[in-house]
């Protein structure tokens, strides 16, 4: 009786720090999703570093390392909420002439959080490391919402369950792309 009392106590102290998740938002609320534990934002110098392109995104979270991160952000893309099969199988033809050694694991169409997105699931070479890659994007308030979840392929199957655990938590509000 004693035992289970004492597991039950811990239980009650361990279980509730556990289960928070932080909660992070993007355009006041309008996006949402759940970062994975020790996930804090990286530096503007290091998101220029690893986003070396003349946009890089805005918003860049990761493990202490850097080397799992979560980039999101909204592109002044206009992405048709009918329109995307056309645009994911548009990026289909373009991302392999852009990414060395790209390796389709899912390219498709999915429901998430009820809302259609464009889903790339790939690896790829980097000039010191290979790269596993799950890419999101939808239309959103007449742009482009982008989720990157982005880890070194040795590193990802010891974070796997935490970035899709993630990327199904995203949220759009639809009140928010009312606009007036």
Known sequence: MMKCLLF??????VMPAAAVAEMLTLDNGGV?????????PLSRTLVASKYPR????RYVIGNEAATTTIAYDIKPHDIPMDKIDEFREAFTKVLPRMI?????????TVMLGGRKWALFEMTS???DVDIYNIMLFTGYKGQML????????????AYEAALRQSMRSIQVNAAAEVTD
């Open 146 to 157: 982008l989720f990157n979840f982005n880890s070194t392929k040795n590193e990802f199957p």
């Open 54 to 57: 003349a946009q890089p995104p």
């Open 100 to 108: 060395p050694g790209l390796e389709w694991k899912r390219n498709e």
């Open 125 to 127: 070479f980097a000039l």
């Open 8 to 13: 039950c106590c811990i239980w009650l102290v």
């Open 32 to 40: 949402s999703f759940e970062a994975p534990d020790g996930f804090k």
